[in-house]
């Protein structure tokens, strides 16, 4: 029987969770969810839409520490990655550990449909973003692990791409939309400096779709985000985007919702 894996959101560790679950819940459409699964007790589970926010306290920076995937067969998760080549360690709170090419953490746990909010009017976690100088491998690595495919690739002509979004195959534009974004050489001015500050290839941002990605930005400013970038009209995708410094500089994206067609599976 088919094992089936589902990009499920992520997890953060903040100095101090509450500031993080408030903006996430005021501004950025979260809604608490109650009785949910790791991190320990007392750190929230925020739900947007098919995915999920995990916040842990940590002494250290504020970070994305691990995407989170669901599997629809907990029980065969370790025999069926290990098929695929791709190594899965037991964690402490019951769920797996698998760690991609550039040491990046993904937690694998059993796929929990009563976590998963309705898709409301509003902000939309769309995807987290890692920023690698070895896109192609940390593509194939994810390809393989966890079944993902090609969704969009974006290259300048006769150069290899340098911005790809990977999709499960559960994806729906509207639906299920949560992302998996890898970003390579020839980084931008903002990619080269989050490369340099974590030392290589890490967790760079998540992102937030909205209709109103000015006004957005305008109100997080409010609720004491920073501005990394003001919000920009992108013509060759078609779409405004800015970042923000949430708590602990943990960099966020706004922007408008890509066309219906502009990310999609293979047909």
Not at 19 to 25: K, S, W
């Amino acid at each position: 029987m088919t094992v089936r894996y589902r990009l499920a959101g992520i997890q953060l560790e903040h100095r101090e969770v509450q500031p993080v679950a408030e903006l996430l819940t005021t501004q950025l459409g979260c809604t608490r969810v109650v009785g949910a699964s790791p991190p320990p007790a007392g750190d929230p589970v925020l739900a947007n839409g098919t995915a999920t926010i995990h916040v842990s306290a940590n002494s250290g920076p504020g970070r994305i520490t691990a995407l989170v995937v669901a599997v629809d067969r907990f029980d065969a998760a370790p025999a069926d990655l290990a098929r695929r080549g791709v190594t899965a360690t037991p964690r402490p709170d019951g769920t797996l550990s698998v760690v991609d090419p550039d040491g990046l953490v993904t937690v694998v746990r059993p796929d929990d449909t009563s976590s998963i909010g309705t898709r409301e009017i509003g902000p939309h976690l769309h995807h987290v973003s890692i920023t690698t100088d070895q896109l192609m491998r940390s593509s194939e690595f994810y390809e393989r692990a966890f079944g993902l495919a090609v969704a969009y690739d974006y290259a300048e002509p006769d150069e290899p791409a340098k911005l790809r979004f990977l999709a499960d195959p559960q994806f729906v534009n509207g639906g299920h939309e949560f992302l998996l974004e890898l970003m390579g050489p020839p980084f931008l001015l903002r990619e080269a400096a989050v490369f340099h500050r974590w030392g290589g290839a890490c967790f760079d941002h998540y992102c937030f779709t909205t209709g109103e990605p000015v006004e957005l930005h305008a109100t997080c400013l409010a609720a004491g985000c920073r501005s990394s970038e003001e919000p920009v009209f992108v013509e060759g995708f078609d779409l405004t985007l800015s970042y923000l410094f949430g708590p602990d500089d943990v960099e966020i994206e706004l922007m408008d919702p890509p066309g219906a067609d502009t990310i999609a599976l293979p047909s």
